[in-house]
Every structure is written in C-alpha cells, then in structure tokens.
C-alpha cells in the first residue's frame, strides 16, 4: 500500500527567504515520486520528479528535492521565496505496477509575506 | 504541441442526474488519468485508460466509468450524482508509464445541487 502525508497545511515564508515543504511517504516498493504545483484557477504544473535515479532532483523555478530513503521523506526545498511562488504544493506517490495508484498528498498552501 | 483541455468548464446539475465530461489529450500521449479534486483537498485518482484500456482504478464506486477514444481523448461519466460528486475534475494526459509526467488540464468544475 502506499501513502504520502504533507506535514503542513500552510507555510509563510517571507519573500528572499529559504522554502522548505515537507513530504513523507510509504510505499512497498520503489516509488516514483513527484512535486506539483497549483496556482489559483490554473491547472496543475510539474515541478519536479524522483524516478531512482538521483536522490537530488533539481526541477522548474529554482526549486529541488532530495529523496531520503531512511527517512522515508521526499521535501521539496527553494533557497530563495519569491512572491510568485506562492500556490498550493501537492507531493505525489506512484509505483511501478501499471495499475497503482496514484496518491496526491493533501497539499501545502505556500504564502510569502513581502 | 496543444496541451490538454477539458469541457465543459463549468456545469450544474441535480441529484440523480448523469453528467459526461471530456478531456483530449496532448499530441504524443496515449494514456489519460481522471481525478477528482474537492474543495480544499489533493486531487484523488478515480482511474486511468491506456489504448482504450481502463489500466488502474481508484476508490470510486462504478457509477463513475469512463472511456478512452481512439484518439486517444477521454470520457469520463458519473450516474446517479451525489451532492458530495462536487468538485473540480481533472483530467491528465501522459506517454505510457506510471513513471511518465502527468500533463494536466484546467479541470471541469461541477457543482450538485
């Protein structure tokens, strides 16, 4: 069975300052895992993904993520918020097996003060 | 190459209604995955086809089916809606592959009353 769980809800940065958004998950395999992310009234866009190749993984706006087996964790991070970072973040879960699931987390809201 | 899009945007039904929704796919990409997406919450998958196969199933009861065209474009159809059946769907379309990106499309919202 897999699962993935988005540690916060809601995450306030100010704008210059480092992101960390926090995402653990569980699977009985080797998982693909991914990063997307949902500005208001637009569609779902791919930030970034993990497929076990490298465990960092650098992916679209300066953002990147680092797969940690032991830890079971998979958090995306920036060095620097901008004000148009913020959007909903979802972590995502699949496996191999073509009729997986595919598990979103519950999302983190990303707001940057200025 | 056109991205994914989805129609109607918008749609109000009633209780007991059955409503179709369609999504075509972007140029390349043979496999189509449905979502549902309630306010305030992740996407949840409802299912995926791959060359007209439905080819994984999430926790939706059969009154949601779906079908898959030879061109690759995508149905998805509810029966019997439910007040709780609001919410926005959304549709994505990717090359084989549960490891292939997801490209998604605006999403359908629809509302039960």
């Known amino acids: 069975a897999q699962s993935v769980t988005q540690l916060d809800s809601h995450v306030s940065v100010s704008e210059g300052t480092p992101v960390l958004l926090r995402c653990n998950y569980s699977?009985?395999?080797?998982?693909?895992l991914f990063w997307y992310v949902q500005h208001p009234n637009k569609g779902l866009q791919l930030l970034l993904k993990?497929?076990?190749?490298?465990?960092l993984v650098k992916g679209i706006n300066g953002f990147e993520a680092e797969f940690k087996k032991s830890e079971t964790s998979f958090h995306l991070t920036k060095p620097s918020a901008h004000m148009s970072d913020a959007a909903e973040y979802f972590c995502v879960v699949s496996g191999y097996s073509s009729a997986s699931k595919i598990i979103f987390g519950s999302g983190t809201r990303l707001s940057i003060r200025p | 190459e056109t991205g994914v899009t989805q129609s109607p945007t918008h749609l109000i039904k009633t209780r007991g209604q059955q409503v179709t929704l369609r999504c075509s796919s972007q140029s390349g990409h043979n496999t189509v995955s449905w979502y549902q997406q309630a306010l305030g919450q992740g996407p949840q998958f409802i299912f995926q086809?791959?060359?007209?196969?439905?080819?994984g199933r999430g926790n939706f009861p059969p009154r949601f089916s779906g079908l898959q065209f030879p061109n690759y474009s995508s149905e998805l159809n509810v029966n019997a809606l439910e007040l709780d059946d609001s919410a926005l769907y959304l549709c994505a379309s990717s090359r084989s592959g549960i490891q292939e990106t997801q490209y998604f499309g605006p999403g359908t919202r629809l509302l039960v009353l």
């Open positions: 699977s009985s395999y080797s998982p693909s």
């Open positions: 993990y497929t076990s190749a490298a465990t």
């Open positions: 086809y791959y060359r007209e196969e439905e080819n």
